[in-house]
T-cell receptor
């Protein structure tokens, strides 16, 4: 298996533009997580899905952020409009079965820079 | 919100020495996991220890868990330069207010092993 795949790996955009981050989880994994990592705040959980259904989106910073999982093999995280404070590394992770009892597999991340 | 707090924040040792990192947490847990992150990469799962376990080994890694003190430690024996990375503890909380399936990460310990 190729592992969790994220695209793009790097994204540089101007303030106000829409940004879409993509994730392909490991086949057969029922849970998908989106995280954001910054020096100031560390690793933050934004949202996670179970069987394509959002379970906990309490970490989504504000309405500018939205996430979808239209099928078991694809998820997107969208920021519209983007702001410089959104600059961070965004990770997608997936997990088999009950995530609380299993390890999570992380993708390589998308480094987002908003100027 | 973060659950674990790693200590120390940074650790610098010579190859061949042992490295010990500690993690403290606040609420009761189902399990505790340790992850490693190399610079510019995603997190990689190292080891999971359940709340009813006290110690676990995996190669050069030894993890202990003391639920009465709400703390865990990760020991890397005979460290190598390739062990240089950030190490995170993450907990699965057992309290009713937590969301099933999510991990709560600490801020990490940056380990540097000098050749």
């Amino acid at each position: 298996d190729a592992g969790v795949i994220q695209s793009p790996r790097h994204e540089v955009t101007e303030m106000g533009q829409e940004v879409t981050l993509r994730c392909k989880p490991i086949s057969g994994h029922d849970y998908l997580f989106w995280y954001r990592q910054t020096m100031m705040r560390g690793l933050e959980l934004l949202i996670y899905f179970n069987n394509n259904v959002p379970i906990d989106d309490s970490g989504m910073p504000e309405d500018r952020f939205s996430a979808k999982m239209p099928n078991a093999s694809f998820s997107t995280l969208k920021i519209q409009p983007s702001e410089p404070r959104d600059s961070a590394v965004y990770f997608c992770a997936s997990s088999p079965g009950l995530a609380g009892d299993k390890e999570q597999y992380f993708g390589p991340g998308t480094r987002l820079t908003v100027t | 919100s973060q659950q674990g707090e790693e200590d120390p924040q940074a650790l610098s040792i010579q190859e061949g020495e042992n490295a010990t990192m500690n993690c403290s947490y606040k609420t009761s847990i189902n399990n505790l996991q340790w992850y490693r992150q190399n610079s510019g990469r995603g997190l990689v799962h190292l080891i999971l220890i359940r709340s009813n376990e006290r110690e676990k080994h995996s190669g050069r890694l030894r993890v202990t868990l003391d639920t009465s003190k709400k703390s865990s430690s990760l020991l890397i024996t005979a460290s190598r330069a390739a062990d240089t990375a950030s190490y995170f503890c993450a907990t699965v909380r057992a309290d009713r207010g937590s969301t099933l399936g999510r991990l709560y990460f600490g801020r990490g310990t940056q380990l540097t092993v000098w050749p």
